[in-house]
């Protein structure tokens, strides 16, 4: 039996040109996977001067919350201070996910920063997080 011929214009593809094209898509999204980005575009805290962030009862002392559309984490170290820092973390600019016993915790890949100043805890975050001026009224923490 003769192998089947290809006709003019006509693209015929091997067993190895499928299979090859498949692991190159595959490693492509593999790669889109760790690109780093939680679909927000930017860094930047998205709150103006007086936006109103949060009750100040709605943060735990030692502990904190994330605000993942503002891309602000507010925290309160010790009873009556709050902290604020951008929520994106400085690996691969995901959101932290969580504040806990002082610290701000990345679960996507480990980093962790500290609750009182953003500094890094622990790795593989290369900076700390930034601080986001915040003021206190009342009961309301609001961006400065």
Known sequence: MT?????????????????????????AAALAGCAGSDGGGSSKPSVAAGDELAATADVPVGGGVVLADQKIVLTQPVAGEFKAFTAVCTHQGLTVTSVKDGTILCAHHGSSYSAEDGAVEGGPAPSALAEVAVKVQGDKILAA
């Open 3 to 27: 192998p089947p011929v290809a006709r003019l214009g006509e693209v015929r593809a091997n067993r190895r040109i499928v299979f090859s094209g498949l692991g190159a898509l595959g490693v």
